[in-house]
Structures are given as structure tokens and as C-alpha cells.
């Protein structure tokens, strides 16, 4: 049974860097995209983060693009959200998820998390 667990969500002020962190286990996840989604209250679940667990080839989605980093971990079956000078509107509930297609399309995802929150105050 494929697992994911975030963790490292919490409390920051603008400007404040966090990082997040997703325990994967359960299959071989080198075929897999991982990827990074978030949902703010009252809108839509948005793309944050892809990258390829083989390759290490990365994206971004346009709101988070030169300040959030992913990365992972093979050995450990990690995967990292690190995010620096946030913004109140960062703020949201954090999902990794995985998927076998390159995409941002969430529907293409077939694994997630129960997802982490992020709250940024000004």
C-alpha cells in the first residue's frame, strides 16, 4: 500500500523560509513523478512543484518560481518542498502526491498525501 506523510508545515511570518518534508514508502517510486500541490481556503487546488524521481529534472508553477525548491531523496524515499521568503498568500493546506505521466494535472496524480498546513501572518 503506497504511503505518503507530510510534515514541517506550521506558523511563519512573511519573509520566513520552512521547509517541507514527504515519507514516501510502499512501491519503487524511481519510475514516479512527485509533485507538490497546495489548496488555499475557497479556491482550487493549484500545482506548486514537480520533479522526477529518476532524472531529478524539476518544474515550478508560476506563484512560487525562484523562491520554493524540491528536491528528494532516493536513498531515503524522500521528497522536500523548501520554501523561502513566503508570503501570506502561500498560505494553505501542502500535499505531495505521485504520479507515472510528467504533469501538473492534479487528476493525473494517483497518490497523496493528508496534506500539511502552511499559515503566513504579515
Known amino acids: 500500500q503506497v504511503q505518503l506523510v507530510e510534515s514541517g508545515g506550521g506558523l511563519v511570518q512573511a519573509g520566513d523560509s520552512l521547509r517541507l518534508s514527504c515519507a514516501a514508502s510502499g512501491r519503487t517510486f524511481s519510475n514516479m513523478i512527485m509533485g507538490w500541490f497546495r489548496q488555499a481556503p475557497g479556491k482550487e487546488q493549484e500545482f506548486v512543484a514537480r520533479?522526477?524521481?529518476?532524472?531529478?529534472?524539476?518544474s515550478y508553477g508560476g506563484s512560487v518560481k525562484g523562491r520554493f525548491t524540491i528536491s528528494r531523496d532516493n536513498a531515503q524515499n524522500m521528497l522536500y518542498l523548501q520554501m523561502n521568503n513566503l508570503k501570506r498568500e502561500d498560505t494553505a493546506v501542502y500535499y505531495c502526491?505521485?504520479?507515472?505521466?510528467?504533469?501538473?494535472?492534479?487528476?493525473?496524480?494517483?497518490?497523496w498525501g493528508q496534506g500539511t498546513q502552511v499559515t503566513v501572518s504579515s
Open positions: 502526491a505521485a504520479s507515472n505521466r510528467w504533469t501538473t494535472d492534479k487528476n493525473e496524480y494517483d497518490y
Open positions: 520533479i522526477s524521481w529518476v532524472s531529478g529534472t524539476k
